[in-house]
């Protein structure tokens, strides 16, 4: 199975992408719904709970896991990866070629979590491929619970996606990276708000496309997964926000499973 | 020690007050900021939380439970109460006894969390007490995530509090319950929305005045308890939001202690 694991349901828009880009394989989701958000919290405890929920996926028997949240991607993938045999991914660097292949003028805005843009990684990953690049980073605490909270098209969250996105607007970007998986769910918002020349990038059609590459690659991975479409959601609280919010993102009926942590590891 | 606790850092509220109603006697306090919040959250996990910040106070040397946390209050008192040999206080029913004595009319507001409203736990005790009593509850669940982050008078929050306190404005009540320990920090928002003429109920004078009789009623244990004058602050993550809004809110220096949550246990 294709493990993936967020913070709560932000990942889910990169379960969708995976569904649409390989399609019948089975998929293991985690959202960590008793801890969320991730994006507040310090690195040391985001490495923990990362590695907490790797270690769950691979119990339930996922033989790769994707960090489908940028929070953990950012601060833990380094030494989770280190450790691990199962192969592991992340969201950020897809999200960086993806905007590096966009940007014309090498001036990129990152939006994310407090502990994403603390990490600092968007900015070292951009300037690593490209020294040029100019690259104007603000985080954005608030939108995970807004989105959690499925405030999706009020007015208040109009005014604060606009707030966080002033100091960008004169800074001549080109793109801005989504930096959060939670974000593209406002991304009619963002994209209003920062302007429709903007390229606004959502990463997960590009990890997505990063999956499906690497599995081309190593053909005994790919057939040992097993193929019958079926979406396996386990959760760590249950809550009528993450269901009615999932059936919306999956455009399916779901059934919640409900994993308690760290007592089943 | 007099042990108390709640999410985050809401619960400093009730420590500012039982500085001042009991000053000197020895507090150790604990906010959960690596799952907080809590009243986005189930009432099992939120009972599970509880019990486990609970028997960290107690094995801290803590000789009373004070759950400085409405969420917590509303949905895990009693099962926890009725298990511990410890004490424990809940900062609801001091709440419902300020509103009721304060109501000339007996049409009182509650805004509280999600988990807080859901359990109904104002309204019950209100009606109990007081069956003619009229009680309008409110949840405002992204109350919470705007004190953690600071947010204490930012246009964006106080049109969000307008727009929760919205449905209770042509209700006539007199009185409004802030049922959450991290809304006396925007009282002066509340205040202002609700209208001046509305008595707003912080609970902790309550709460800090419900413990003090307790202890005169029960002078052995007021004797055990240390008077040095110390404070510890022990949180399950250290961020620096917490920090600063620490130093305001209890307005000394303070030096937070981090424990692992539930490994230490």
């Given at each position: 199975?294709?493990?993936?694991?967020?913070?709560?349901?932000?990942?889910?828009?990169?379960?969708?992408?995976?569904?649409?880009?390989?399609?019948?394989?089975?998929?293991?989701?985690?959202?960590?719904?008793?801890?969320?958000?991730?994006?507040?919290?310090?690195?040391?405890?985001?490495?923990?709970?990362?590695?907490?929920?790797?270690?769950?996926?691979?119990?339930?028997?996922?033989?790769?896991?994707?960090?489908?949240?940028?929070?953990?991607?950012?601060?833990?993938?380094?030494?989770?990866?280190?450790?691990?045999?199962?192969?592991?991914?992340?969201?950020?660097?897809?999200?960086?070629?993806?905007?590096?292949?966009?940007?014309?003028?090498?001036?990129?805005?990152?939006?994310?979590t407090r502990a994403t843009i603390g990490s600092a990684?968007?900015?070292?990953?951009?300037?690593?491929?490209?020294?040029?690049?100019?690259?104007?980073?603000?985080?954005?605490?608030?939108?995970?619970?807004?989105?959690?909270?499925?405030?999706?098209?009020?007015?208040?969250?109009?005014?604060?996606?606009?707030?966080?996105?002033?100091?960008?607007?004169?800074?001549?970007?080109?793109?801005?990276?989504?930096?959060?998986?939670?974000?593209?769910?406002?991304?009619?918002?963002?994209?209003?708000?920062?302007?429709?020349?903007?390229?606004?990038?959502?990463?997960s059609l590009a990890v997505a496309e990063k999956l499906?590459?690497?599995?081309?690659?190593?053909?005994?991975?790919?057939?040992?997964?097993?193929?019958?479409?079926?979406?396996?959601?386990?959760?760590?609280?249950?809550?009528?926000?993450?269901?009615?919010?999932?059936?919306?993102?999956?455009?399916?009926?779901?059934?919640?499973?409900?994993?308690?942590?760290?007592?089943?590891?």
């Amino acid at each position: 199975m294709i493990g993936i694991f967020d913070s709560g349901l932000g990942g889910l828009t990169v379960v969708r992408a995976i569904m649409d880009r390989l399609p019948g394989y089975d998929i293991v989701y985690f959202g960590d719904t008793a801890r969320m958000p991730y994006g507040s919290k310090s690195p040391r405890t985001v490495v923990d709970y990362a590695r907490q929920d790797s270690m769950l996926l691979i119990r339930k028997g996922a033989r790769l896991v994707l960090m489908a949240c940028n929070t953990a991607s950012s601060v833990a993938f380094e030494p989770i990866a280190r450790r691990l045999e199962t192969p592991v991914f992340e969201v950020v660097t897809p999200a960086v070629e993806t905007a590096l292949q966009c940007s014309r003028n090498q001036r990129i805005g990152v939006i994310g979590t407090r502990a994403t843009i603390g990490s600092a990684v968007y900015e070292r990953k951009i300037k690593n491929r490209q020294p040029d690049a100019a690259v104007y980073s603000v985080a954005c605490p608030l939108l995970v619970p807004l989105v959690e909270e499925g405030w999706l098209r009020k007015p208040e969250t109009k005014t604060i996606v606009k707030k966080y996105l002033t100091p960008l607007k004169n800074r001549q970007i080109d793109t801005l990276v989504l930096g959060c998986t939670h974000y593209p769910i406002l991304k009619h918002i963002v994209q209003h708000k920062i302007g429709k020349q903007i390229n606004v990038i959502d990463s997960s059609l590009a990890v997505a496309e990063k999956l499906a590459a690497y599995l081309t690659d190593q053909p005994s991975l790919l057939h040992a997964l097993p193929q019958t479409g079926r979406v396996r959601l386990l959760v760590s609280d249950i809550t009528p926000q993450f269901e009615s919010m999932a059936q919306m993102l999956l455009q399916q009926k779901v059934e919640l499973e409900q994993v308690r942590l760290p007592v089943d590891l």
